[in-house]
């Protein structure tokens, strides 16, 4: 198949049958937690979600007595039937540790996150709430410990402003070794069965850097020179911006009481500078899920891996047409809301159409030597070709309820309304692949999906906090009593 040719829905996927990710948004239930002082007195279904951004907020941990406070000891804690674990004691530890209700919220989430789903994918049987231990390999990657299931399978979690995500594979045959057994050795010409690393990122400006230029110089570091000359390709004329922002030092001028202009959000960015950020985080999310599927991601020198997006050839989108403003063509009159929209929906169209591409493949010709001799994989470590690894992309929203409420606000532009968020980037990034086993319609890379269509194809379930909280709960009554 000629990749160019491919349209998006009849593309090949980049992912197994059994990977399968779930996603938490978080940020309007902790930032509820943090920004109301009577939640103590409010019931669980009166939190709900909202659009504001968790970074916003400074309030201090309100200690012991918080609605998370009393959440950690409903599902951690001595429920007066079964025994606390020392796995259970760890995770009120872990989530404990945070100062800020929103970082302690996101630690709740990841714990949360593998208990449900091996409890929902296993059943209470062979997996119940008392009984889950997890532990981590020497490079300190999780895996289940106990107990000893019939079947095995691989999960990862990852967290970023709105979103907390956990990637697994569903159940696989008996015969596969645990995960602690797993070779995480990048190299290893005999691997073992398939692992998932995931990773999401808002897709913006950190508060530190306000200009595309300058947040791409800070992290040149983690790329090769192909990749940088990949990226400023996008705007060439960046190179000499970045010089404007050699000697910015944002913490030395809040010191001084000095301000700059807050970075702009991405529907406020030039074209240029939005696919040169968005090309900036493909590599970013891509390293980071293949050096957390390996188990490295902590440490790992990102130069040393190159993620060849350039290679993959372009996928033609369907016709889109921008939403109809209410009150018609930009112009005097119209509605600050009408012209955010405008922009929002720009900027989802700019992502779709630089999220769709594809790379060559298959990855294993099966006998084809033509195929074989055509397959350049878009992953390369220390210079050697790795084709045993494919990349997942989904675009998240900035919340479930919807980003463009936030965006098209009419108080918007107040000082007082809360910061705008932007939609987050997740990949995932499956393998070892042992050579041979690739199915005939898989890619390396395919199209990103919307996380609608990843919903629809039954890929991706997206969470509320309160959704979560309630399942866990669910689960540990259900779970029979320990032994």
């Known amino acids: 198949m000629d990749p160019a040719s491919s349209s998006r829905t009849s593309s090949p996927r980049s992912h197994t049958d059994r990977l399968a990710v779930w996603a938490v948004d978080v940020s309007g239930w902790a930032l509820s937690l943090e920004n109301n002082s009577d939640f103590d007195s409010l019931p669980d279904t009166a939190l709900e979600p909202s659009s504001s951004s968790s970074s916003s907020s400074s309030s201090s941990h309100k200690g012991k007595g918080t609605r998370v406070d009393r959440i950690i000891e409903d599902l951690f804690g001595d429920n007066g039937v079964d025994p606390i674990s020392d796995d259970m004691r760890r995770a009120s530890t872990k989530i404990r540790k945070y100062f800020r209700e929103v970082d302690r919220v996101r630690s709740l989430a990841g714990q949360l996150l593998p208990r449900v789903m091996y409890m929902s994918e296993y059943g209470s049987q062979q997996c119940s709430w008392a009984n889950i231990k997890f532990d981590a390999t020497p490079e300190k990657r999780p895996f289940l410990a106990e107990p000893q299931l019939p079947c095995k399978t691989d999960y990862n979690v990852t967290h970023d402003e709105d979103w907390v995500a956990l990637a697994y594979h569903r159940p696989c045959l008996p015969h596969d ?21 995931i990773d999401v990122m808002a897709v913006a400006l950190p508060q530190f850097d306000p200009s595309v230029a300058g947040f791409v110089n800070m992290m040149e570091l983690a790329m090769t020179p192909s990749e940088k000359h990949w990226v400023y390709a996008a705007n060439p004329s960046a190179r000499s911006a970045e010089d404007n922002d050699d000697n910015y030092d944002f913490f030395a001028l809040k010191k001084a009481g000095s301000t700059r202009n807050p970075p702009q959000q991405p529907e406020e960015l030039k074209p240029e500078d939005l696919e040169m950020l ?32 350039w290679r993959c050839a372009r996928v033609t989108l369907p016709k889109y047409a921008l939403a109809p403003s209410p009150n018609g063509a930009l112009g005097p009159g119209k509605e600050a809301a009408d012209v955010l929209e405008d922009f929002s929906d720009r900027v989802v169209r700019a992502a779709k159409e630089h999220g769709s591409r594809i790379s060559a493949g298959p990855f294993s010709s099966k006998g084809s030597a033509s195929a074989t001799a055509t397959f350049e994989p878009i992953l390369t470590i220390a210079g050697k070709p790795e084709g045993r690894y494919s990349f997942t992309e989904i675009h998240l929203p900035s919340s479930r309820k919807g980003t463009r409420q936030s965006l098209t606000s009419a108080s918007h532009a107040s000082s007082s309304s809360p910061p705008r968020r932007a939609r987050s980037q997740l990949v995932v990034c499956e393998g070892p692949f042992p050579e041979g086993t690739f ?15 990843a919903i629809k194809a039954g890929l991706l379930k997206v969470w509320t906090m309160e959704e979560l909280v309630a399942e866990a709960r669910r689960l540990r009554k259900a779970s029979p009593p320990a032994s």
């Open 439 to 453: 199915a005939a319609d898989m890619v390396q890379v395919a199209p990103a999906l919307d996380y609608e269509d």
């Open 278 to 309: 968005m090309r900036l985080y493909d590599l970013w999310t891509y390293k980071e899920a293949f050096t957390k599927n390996v188990g490295r991601g902590l440490g790992f020198d990102f130069s040393t891996i190159e993620v060849a997006l």
């Open 177 to 197: 070794p645990p995960s602690s057994s797993r070779s995480t050795s990048i190299h290893d010409p005999n691997p073992e069965p398939l692992r998932v690393g």
